[in-house]
């Protein structure tokens, strides 16, 4: 059975074979070939930011609420994560329909290092906090 992190972590991996995909039709200059994947990630991205605000932004804060230091991280994760849903939400808004890679290019760019940011930060510090939080919590009873 996957641990929440896991479910998280396996739809990155998903998430990142997708930009791939869009990288790859961007290279190769075929604007038809983007609107499939770039609707996969979309739908995609909208399931991970449900799953985090249905499950795991509200567990992690119930786990870091007695420790200011954590709580304060994990409001900012959350925060933070407001701002960059909202950001890529709109991006795909932007470019629905037929793509033209003028236009697309410089935002598909700035959009993906937001976005791979994102997951890295996850990997590094809000996952491992999560795994330790629910560990402990597992140890208490």
Do not use: C
């Not at 997708?18 to 075929?30: I, R």
Request: proline fraction near 5%; glycine fraction near 4%; aromatic fraction near 8%.
């Amino acid at each position: 059975m996957n641990t929440l992190v896991e479910t998280l972590e396996t739809q990155h991996r998903a998430l990142e074979r997708l930009v791939a995909e869009v990288f790859a039709a961007l290279k190769a200059g075929d604007a038809a070939a983007i609107p499939e994947p770039l609707g996969k990630l979309d739908r995609l991205l909208t399931q991970h930011f449900n799953l985090e605000q249905a499950q795991f932004y509200p567990t992690l804060n119930e786990l870091a609420a007695t420790d200011p230091a954590i709580s304060t991280v994990a409001q900012a994760f959350a925060t933070n994560m407001q701002t960059i849903a909202g950001g890529l939400l709109g991006f795909f808004k932007r470019h629905r329909g037929p793509i033209d890679l003028a236009t697309f290019a410089p935002d598909w760019k700035k959009t993906v290092e937001i976005l791979s940011r994102r997951l890295v930060d996850e990997e590094k510090t809000l996952h491992p906090l999560f795994d330790r939080l629910t560990a402990a919590e597992a140890k208490a009873h």
